[in-house]
């Protein structure tokens, strides 16, 4: 990303909410194996608010603007998806500050800010069949990804997409300690983890949204 990266932060936005809402049932329906079974409902009731009021959020610069969506989607997602989640995007936008231009390792910064907020935020650690279990391996590829090909951050996010979605599916062999999933206890293993699915899915939507037409 060079000159002004604002539109390019703006589609990661609007397609991280709209894949949000539009996966609002697939996401309860994942959820309701070792959960309450309304991280979908939770999530896209705050990134809905997201795009009701995406045309008046602050566009001063990156971070501002990532901010003012953390803030909406903790005040507005129900649980713990609200806090979560929120956090990643405050995280990113305290990263970002008044930038209007990212480098590829602005953007793994980024990335690796929010996974670093929900750990602290919600006291979880790797292996413990939660959303780390994918964002950490997807940000390592893409981090790895951008190191051989910094100029082409399109093939890296690709190539870090096929691990977050590998990563995803192995949190099925995981046994949940956090959340109400951990109260299932051994019996969570084999259902892949909710959160970190939607990671994976999210990120295979924003991958789309940056292929060439045709």
């Known amino acids: 990303m060079t000159d002004s990266s604002l539109p390019v932060v703006e589609l990661v936005v609007r397609t991280i909410a709209t894949a949000a809402v539009k996966n609002e049932k697939r996401f309860c329906d994942l959820d309701s194996v070792c959960g309450d079974g309304d ?3 939770s999530l896209a009731r705050g990134f809905e608010k997201v795009l009701e009021e995406f045309d008046t959020l602050d566009r001063a610069a990156i ?12 005040s507005r997602c129900g649980g713990t998806s609200g806090p979560l989640w929120g956090t990643a995007f405050l995280r990113a936008g305290g990263v ?37 279990d994918v964002l950490g391996p997807m940000t390592d590829r893409l981090e790895r990804e951008l190191a051989a090909r910094p100029d082409d951050i399109r ?16 949190t099925a062999d995981l046994v949940a300690k956090r959340g109400r999933a951990a109260y299932t206890g051994e019996r969570s293993r084999g259902a892949p983890d909710a959160g970190g699915t939607a990671i994976a899915i999210i990120a295979r939507e924003v991958n789309a949204a940056f292929q060439p037409a045709g």
């Open 96 to 132: 970002a500050g008044d930038r209007l231009a990212l480098e590829a390792q602005d953007v793994v910064a980024m990335l690796r800010a929010a996974f670093e907020g929900i750990q602290k935020r919600g006291g979880a650690a790797l292996g413990e069949k939660t959303l780390l």
């Open 63 to 74: 971070g501002p603007l990532l901010k003012k969506v953390g803030v909406i989607v903790t």
């Open 155 to 170: 093939a890296a996010f690709a190539q870090a997409v096929e691990t977050a979605e590998a990563a995803a599916a192995a």
């Open 39 to 41: 991280f979908g409902y």
